[in-house]
């Protein structure tokens, strides 16, 4: 089954990846994963304590990357090329794909193509071990925060694109439960860490300031 229950649909665009193992990655997912269990997100984000920065935010990386990836794999069937011929957060955003390597001047594509190209260069990233390393003891590249930060970025692109135009769909799924936490849990995390700046997050900043004021 399906993270929405689509029982019809569960393809997604990849297998799940995995945290870096060279690092830390094993003993983090652990504590990320008893911090969840708690029901506290605020207490789940926080790095911590004595463990390095870059670890916590690569074995993070690749969770959201995860999470964002089976969210729209089960949305495949609505979000089509015809549906939505253009990647859009609301009428008043619009994104447009360049990867700054094999596509350097943005272009219009459409939401289901953007995001697969999205995928792709992520994952990417993920496999390029002078930026993820995967081997103990491998330094992270003075950069590292900077490939952190374009990723979140991108992935919160989806998100808004998900609220925007399929909202009603995953309601009328009583699934908008799920996509609401797994959203909260990525922008405090983006928040706690300063991943993604105000301006990027305004398609859902009414949504955002929801989540950050109870705190």
């Given amino acids: 089954m399906s993270l929405f229950g689509l029982g019809r649909n569960q393809r997604t665009f990849r297998p799940k990846k995995s945290a870096p193992s060279g690092s830390k990655g094993a003993q983090l997912r652990k504590h990320i994963d008893a911090t969840l269990g708690s029901g506290n997100l605020r207490e789940a984000v926080k790095l911590p304590t004595g463990e390095d920065l870059n670890e916590w935010l690569a074995v993070n990386t690749v969770d959201f990357f995860n999470q964002v990836n089976l969210l729209f794999g089960t949305l495949t069937e609505f979000c089509t090329d015809e549906h939505c011929q253009t990647m859009t ?62 990723i979140f970025k991108r992935l919160f692109r989806v998100y808004a694109h998900i609220y925007h135009t399929h909202f009603q769909k995953i309601v009328s799924l009583k699934e908008e439960a799920h996509l609401n936490t797994c959203f909260k849990h990525f922008i405090l995390f983006t928040c706690e860490f300063g991943l993604i700046e105000r301006k990027e997050l305004a398609p859902l900043q009414e949504l955002i300031d929801s989540i950050i004021v109870p705190y």
């Fill in 89 to 150: 957060a609301g009428p008043k955003y619009e994104y447009r794909w360049a990867d700054g390597e094999k596509i350097k001047k943005p272009i219009e594509v459409s939401a289901p193509k953007y995001v697969e190209l999205l995928m792709d260069w992520i994952e990417g990233q993920l496999d390029n071990e002078s930026i993820f390393p995967q081997r103990l003891g491998a330094p992270f590249p003075p950069n590292f925060k900077d490939v952190v930060k374009t």
